[in-house]
């Protein structure tokens, strides 16, 4: 079950930037509530086990994965004015090749 207290530890692993101060109180309180019991990892990490699976075929490399996970986590941020829009992605250089 997806709940705030599994959900906050995901999404402040994933994103770029910290979590908010103003939600910082609210999420002490959480994490009293108790441990995760999930392994931190990064997003580039995340995608690198999903992508890199021994039973697919990979069309692409570790660096295009690096790329991937730099774009994604520009629009990963807390705090809304400070996400990247999809016209600042997709102009992005790698997107031409």
Do not use: N
Not at 10 to 32: G, V, Y
Not at 68 to 82: I, Q, W
Request: with cysteine.
């Amino acid at each position: 079950m997806l709940t705030p207290e599994t959900l906050v530890p995901q999404m402040m692993e994933f994103c770029a930037d910290k979590l908010p101060s103003r939600w910082q109180e609210k999420w002490l309180e959480m994490k009293r509530t108790g441990p995760s019991d999930d392994q931190p990892c990064t997003l580039q990490q995340w995608l690198e086990q999903v992508y890199f699976d021994p039973e697919r075929h990979a069309e692409f490399t570790g660096e295009d994965i690096k790329k991937v996970s730099d774009l994604v986590a520009r629009m990963l941020r807390f705090e809304p004015s400070s996400r990247a829009q999809a016209k600042e992605i997709l102009a992005d250089p790698w997107f031409r090749y």
